[in-house]
């Protein structure tokens, strides 16, 4: 594994986060020292997938990076003719996903799409993962996405959405923030990296509460709304379509 070192070293002028070359090298490392609970995650959309993902319908994997929760639900289906669909707009990401795809054998058949996920219509499917994506888009596209979701899902399908949250009360968002750049540091990371990777994350990271994730989901149409996992400022969700 490729040690992520990207914010090691002094930058004059830090631009915009992306998931670039060099980001999709280091991606396995800087997500499990930036991420708490980044791998309970990954285990529990194995899970997920074996309970809820149907005969004869798609899984889609929107904001994919290399593969990770892609693998971990094709490993888990139990069910016959069913199709995953991982989808990333960042070409280094969708050429080691398709490299991790071909890697590991699996019963289900896999697609790798490089696009943006707001171009994929949804349909037929039985579960959707957003494994820390929809916090990446503007804010104003969020509804938009959730909706075409919402309505590509069979009933009975689950969408997973796991995102960096906010709090609204400022002591307890600032406790969470402290706690997660603490989780940072006994990782590994510097006070510079920690503090120019939050600079590059700023313009392009807009995060979201619990309660609002709540009501939006709420709002596209879904009956089931509940947060299953949290680790600091992470956590995870899940929205089931009745």
Partial sequence: MNKDTIFSAPIEKIGDFTFDEAVADVFPD????SVPGYSNIITAIGMLAQRFVQPNSYVYDLGCSRGAATLSARRNIKQPNVKLIAVDNSPAMVERCQRHIDAYHGESAVEVV???IR??????ASM???NFTLQFLPPADRTLLLQNIYHGLNHGGVLVLSEKFRFDDPSINELQIDLHHEFKRANGYSELEVSQKRTALENVMRTDSIPQ???RLREVGFAHVELWFQCFNFGSMIAIKQ
Avoid: A, G, P, S
């Avoid at 800087?30 to 020292?33: L, T």
């Fill in 30 to 33: 800087m997500i499990q020292r």
């Fill in 114 to 116: 490089c696009d943006d």
């Fill in 119 to 124: 171009n994929i219509k949804i349909e037929n």
């Fill in 128 to 130: 959707v993962i957003l």
């Fill in 213 to 215: 994730h709540t009501v």
